[in-house]
């Protein structure tokens, strides 16, 4: 609070210093919406007072332009919706890929294997949200879990850790009674830069569970959030422009109220989105749904309950997990198979 005072007295302090305009208390408190979005927390203000000054003049301009006596949270919000359009041609130029299907992101139907997953591209005076499509494939073998990025050296170090401690969750989870034996693979499409950070774990998660259990996850939805070991979500940057990059091409399509995003429950206080996209989610033509473990974002995804295991270890019948065990199951038996055939043949050669 004592803040948000000091912000209202620096809007007038620099209003009356310029000559501009008044702001009444609605433009005041817009001014101090961007300074909490600016700053990424809904507890916080920035300090960038330059941008702070630069929004003051600009929704001074707007105001003495409409011959307004004193500016209000109107000429704030159309001084921010212009500095965002005089920026935005790259996120624009993106977003026309995708709509045209040159850059392949699906935004309804199900598909196995697949999930959205959501980067932020910064140009400098504007970052925005992009998503990007992971896929996972999975076959018999003990060839582990390929990172793609990695393999072509495209995968930053942090990227890295954060495959090896979905590695590491696979592993605790699905091979406490007996050993994984899979090959696997995973991928961001059609993203040719390199991968840094740990944003995507949980789509990438989600994306090898669809592939292995052989459910197909929507489309509808988009997934940002790192995890560790033990399934915790963890929080991630840039959840705002995230969240309306998504939302911007999913309106773009048409909104049918089943599309959305899965964000970290620790990221529910950065939370500082745009009025529309306010508005669409209280219309409940969009979600967000926060998750605090990953289990919790397979029944959005899958339509399935994850499962718990039961007295003997096993997981129920009709569950995500169960799907993925049996899966494991036929893949070890397979490889099993394969080694055997293998050995017999060696033996032959051996004995001629």
Known sequence: EGNIRKYAAFVATKAKGEKLLPFDPSGVGKVVEFGSRLAGDQEKLSSKFSDISNLIRESHYWAAKEEAVVVSGVHVEKA?????????RVEDRMR?????????????????????????????????????????????GKGGITNIERETKLSGKIHEKAMLILTNYLGSKYAARKPISLTAS???????????????????????????????????????????????????????EKIEGFFDLCNHRGLDGSQGVIIPERNVRNLMLRKDVVEAIGEKAFRVVAIDH??????????????????????????????????LDALREASKVEKDRKERGKNENNNQ
Not at 80 to 88: Q, S, V
Not at 208 to 213: D, G, M, P, Q, V
Not at 303 to 311: K, R, T, V
């Open 80 to 88: 921010i919706e212009k500095k965002i359009y005089r920026h935005r």
């Open 96 to 140: 026309e890929v995708m709509v045209e299907g040159t850059l392949i992101v699906e935004t309804s139907g199900a598909r196995k294997g697949q999930i959205n997953g959501l980067a932020v591209l910064d140009t400098g005076d504007h970052s925005f949200g992009k998503p990007s499509r992971i896929t996972a494939t999975v076959y018999a």
């Open 186 to 240: 995973i991928t961001f499409e059609q993203l040719y830069g390199m991968i840094e950070g740990d944003s995507a774990t949980c789509a990438e998660l989600y994306a090898l569970l669809s592939a292995i259990s052989g459910v197909p996850a929507r489309q509808g939805f988009s997934v940002t959030g790192s995890m560790d070991q033990s399934g915790n979500v963890q929080p991630i940057g840039g959840v705002n």
């Open 294 to 327: 990953v289990e919790e974002g397979i029944e959005i995804l899958m339509g399935m309950p994850p499962g718990e295991p039961g007295p003997d270890g096993a997981y129920p019948e009709g569950t995500v997990n169960r799907l993925v065990e049996d899966r």
